[in-house]
């Protein structure tokens, strides 16, 4: 899954895409290398990030969703937007797309319905609070992975009443949302606990302080850490890499499957 922010101010400068020029560049690079999915975003989700007005937001995924269906019609897209009303307007301006809601429904309580009126994939990430609070919201009564899974037994099913497909879910443990350095690695080890669950897992940690912060570095300089750190949630059973740099993560999958197509060695899921 290839990020496309549309937006001014997304932590990782190097992502940040806002017009026009730079937002068709960006599609024709991730169609070249390989990418599977674009995710198309116009509020930046990054901590501390100021709000956006949904009349902004959607212009920004309109530019953005355009692009791609202009200059990659067959490209499969997700939008991330925690605001049904955008959702729904981009269902029906561009037809079927997946929803990438980093609030799992919980901002908006409205957004699972309009997931399941329109039959579209539901990606549901856990994260306690919104983009301003949610670094201030990092105490958790047990152990981080024990308490990210029993989140989404329950919120899976709500999900699911709210009349979602089961085959339409995706789970995202919502690296560095509502988590400190040491509790997202805490989470890494333990992600083949949320992948038992029986839902493909969406992992996206590219260039995250987590990587950064450990190196004693900046985004842009932690592609190798995004790299390690992608194998790893591939070994633990990550079905979706959602990441910046799309070339490095799809010679990672390869290079992942032909180990375990020669290792013998068992994953949680195979690729």
């Keep these: 899954m290839a990020i496309l922010n549309v937006t001014p101010d997304s932590f990782f400068a190097g992502s940040r895409m806002p017009d026009a ?4 560049r960006r599609v024709r690079e991730a169609v070249a290398e390989g990418a599977s999915i674009i995710d198309v975003g116009g509020y930046s989700s990054r901590p501390g990030a100021d709000e956006v007005s949904p009349g902004e937001e959607w212009r920004r995924v309109e530019l ?3 692009a791609v269906r202009r200059l990659a019609p067959g490209m499969a897209v997700s939008v991330d937007t925690f605001r049904s009303e955008v959702a729904a307007r981009a269902i029906e301006r561009f037809g079927p797309l997946i929803i990438n809601d980093i609030s799992a429904g919980e901002l908006d309580p409205a957004m699972p ?5 329109y039959g579209v994939p539901y990606i549901a990430m856990h994260m306690k609070g919104d983009p301003k609070t949610m670094q201030s919201l990092t105490d958790y009564k047990r152990d981080i992975t024990a308490e990210v899974v029993a989140y989404f037994e329950a919120r899976v099913a709500a999900l699911l009443a709210a009349g979602i497909a089961r085959e339409h879910l995706v789970l995202d443990p919502g690296f560095g949302f509502a988590k400190t350095t040491e509790q997202n690695y805490e989470l890494l080890a333990g992600l083949h606990r949320l992948c038992a669950l029986g839902y493909p897992v969406l992992a996206g940690l590219s260039r995250k302080s987590m990587i950064y912060r450990v190196l004693g570095a900046t985004p842009a300089q932690s592609l190798a850490g995004t ?3 992608g194998w790893e949630c591939l070994r633990q059973g990550a079905a979706i890499l959602r990441v910046h740099d799309v070339r490095e993560a799809v010679d990672t999958v390869r290079i992942f499957n032909a180990y375990v197509q020669n290792s013998g060695e068992i994953c949680q899921m195979k690729k």
């Design 21 to 24: 020029p730079h937002v068709e």
């Design 64 to 66: 953005g969703v355009g």
């Design 113 to 117: 319905a309009v997931a399941a009126k």
């Design 227 to 229: 790299v390690a750190l």
